[in-house]
């Protein structure tokens, strides 16, 4: 992976904090765009929502030739099929792009569950001959954080935001980090709401952690 990647998952058909992180991305000049997966909602959602947050994804894509969207499957995407047939407009047959459990590409792993890259990949993450840092993106725990592991926090140290915005964690030669960008967030007034992420930059080997807040009610 060389260009700079945005990195997000468990939106649960929060189409706002979709289209805040997709803006992000443009507004960073950044081409290449990774789902983690749960775009769907814990119980079901209206139409309206999986085409707002569908049609923000297709959108990024479609506006420059170059833009990337890859998208990984989650326990709550129902959408993928919609994807696949209404938005993404990608051969399903093309499993690397979307519609995988596990994504990979150089240094790069993504999946929903760092459980599922584990069974895939324990040989390549255990081995220490590498050069480049090994950055494996994973969601479902809606905990954001850079790990040397992947482990499943417990409530009292799960963390749902960064408060002062944003945290760089500068990577190191042939080290293993488990990046979780977290998921969507409300404060607890309600409609104040947050949008997490991660930005990977290749060339500079960070990666950024963000939360960004906005207004917004259910569509």
């Excluded at 805040?20 to 081409?31: H, K, N, P, S, W």
Aim: hydrophobic share 35%.
């Amino acid at each position: 992976m060389k260009k700079r990647l945005i990195v997000f998952g468990d939106m649960h058909l929060d189409w706002r904090a979709t289209k805040v992180i997709l803006d992000e991305a443009r507004t960073l000049g950044i081409d290449t765009a990774l789902t983690l997966g749960d775009e769907d909602h814990f119980v079901g959602g209206s139409e309206r929502a999986y085409d707002a947050l569908f049609g923000a994804l297709r959108d990024y894509r479609d506006e420059k030739p170059e833009r990337e969207l890859i998208c990984c499957v989650g326990d709550d995407t129902g959408g993928v099929r919609y994807i696949i047939d209404n938005y993404v407009g990608v051969d399903p047959s093309s499993r690397e792009l979307i519609g995988s459990p596990v994504f990979r590409r150089g240094n790069i792993i993504a999946a929903h569950d760092g459980g599922e890259i584990l069974k895939k990949y324990g040989r390549t993450i255990s081995n220490p001959r590498r050069r480049k840092p090994l950055v494996i993106f994973h969601g479902h725990s809606h905990s954001m954080g850079v790990l040397p592991e992947y482990r499943w926090l417990p409530e009292n140290e799960i963390v749902h935001t960064i408060p002062e915005g944003e945290r760089t964690v500068q990577l190191e030669e042939g080290k293993v980090y488990w990046v979780n960008p977290g998921g969507w967030a409300y404060s607890d007034w309600g409609e104040d709401r947050k949008a997490n992420f991660a930005i990977y930059d290749p060339e500079n080997q960070i990666v950024v952690l963000r939360t960004k807040s906005f207004l917004g009610k259910e569509i």
